[in-house]
Nanobody, 113 residues
Framework: QVQVVESGGGLVQPGGSLRLSCLAS????????MAWHRQVPGKERELVAV??????TNYADSVKGRFTISRDNVNTIYLQMNNLKPDDTAVYYC????????WGQGTQVTVSS
């Protein structure tokens, strides 16, 4: 069983920054990829950024150059979000992908003046 917990969300003004953290516990494979997704009411959950076990990263076009995903070890990742825009407002979810996807409960990010 895998547990995933996100933290670091909050309210920030446009142009500001936030850093999200994700800690996964339990049986985490060293080959597992981890990712950040986000979702707003009425829309599908979308991929924001993903990092492989080897450190390869990919980003959604909408966040390239502003967001950075990083990984401390097999079970901890971060999402540094800079130059935030109102369109970045969403619930952000962390995912562990190892055959089956394990999700956290999400953390709210609100970008508003």
């Amino acid at each position: 069983q895998v547990q995933v917990v996100e933290s670091g969300g909050g309210l920030v003004q446009p142009g500001g920054s936030l850093r999200l953290s994700c800690l996964a516990s339990g049986r985490i494979s060293r080959l597992a990829a981890m990712a950040w997704h986000r979702q707003v009411p009425g829309k599908e959950r979308e991929l924001v950024a993903v990092i492989s076990a080897s450190g390869t990263t990919n980003y959604a076009d909408s966040v390239k150059g502003r967001f950075t995903i990083s990984r401390d070890n097999v079970n901890t990742i971060y999402l540094q979000m800079n130059n935030l825009k109102p369109d970045d407002t969403a619930v952000y979810y962390c995912k562990v992908a190892q055959g089956y996807a394990f999700w956290g409960q999400g953390t709210q990010v609100t970008v508003s003046s």
